[in-house]
């Protein structure tokens, strides 16, 4: 009966009576399997949480000077239509080159310059005369860019086409009341897909004149 008890005592005093006891004074170990009720959570559970996706998250508004990432549709060619834009400056009352490129009456021009950096790995082509820029009123009225040539500077060609890795700078022409007050700048990647309701949410951008 004397050895009975001091085996007994010896079992107790290793942990032989409780199998869970001896895991909580070891770390656990991949591929081995746990008993019942024992935590097999790993100490370290960062891994498991979802990244992010940074391209989620890109701002579609911002002021004069700020740029903006914008995507297009890739149209009949393969790959991401990617572009770095700033409004680089506006002018208010701007002054036509030639007497065709005068505002009608009852109408001022106003002007908007743009950098345009093609950062995907296809070309942005834009063969409607950069009409996918807009300026907008107080009112939320917005205004189509035209064909035209300012005393600021160079505007964009008809057909606009950026390569990737280059960038082109010009300026976008507008006819608007001559009393609005504008407030605010547009540009849309697509402004054939904006008729049919089709375009890209992440290819307009706006920027405040506030």
Not at 140 to 169: C, D, E, M, W
Not at 171 to 187: E, M, N, R
Request: charged share 20%; proline share 8%; glycine share 12%.
């Amino acid at each position: 009966m004397a050895a009975a008890i001091v085996l007994a005592a010896t079992l107790t005093a290793c942990g032989g009576s409780d199998g869970n006891s001896a895991d909580s004074d070891h770390p656990k170990m991949p591929g081995i399997s746990f008993p019942p009720g024992v935590d097999q959570t790993p100490d370290d559970a960062s891994s498991d949480t979802p990244v992010t996706d940074p391209t989620t998250t890109r701002p579609t508004s911002g002021k004069i000077g700020d740029t903006l990432v914008l995507e297009g549709s890739p149209g009949t060619t393969a790959g991401t239509v990617l572009v770095d834009i700033t409004l680089d400056t506006y002018e208010d009352h701007a002054q036509p080159t030639l007497d065709v490129f005068a505002a009608a009456t009852g109408k001022r021009l106003v002007a908007a310059q743009f950098t345009i950096a093609s950062k995907g790995d296809t070309a942005y082509v834009d063969s409607t005369g950069v009409l996918g820029a807009k300026v907008v009123d107080d009112q939320g009225q917005a205004y189509r860019a035209k064909p035209g040539q300012v005393t600021s500077g160079s505007s964009f060609p008809l057909i606009l086409s950026v390569q990737p890795g280059q960038k082109a700078t010009g300026w976008v022409v507008f006819d608007v009341p001559q009393d609005a007050k504008i407030t605010g700048v547009q540009y849309s990647m697509d402004p054939i897909g904006d008729s049919f309701g089709d375009s890209k949410p992440e290819g307009h951008g706006r920027w405040s004149l506030n």
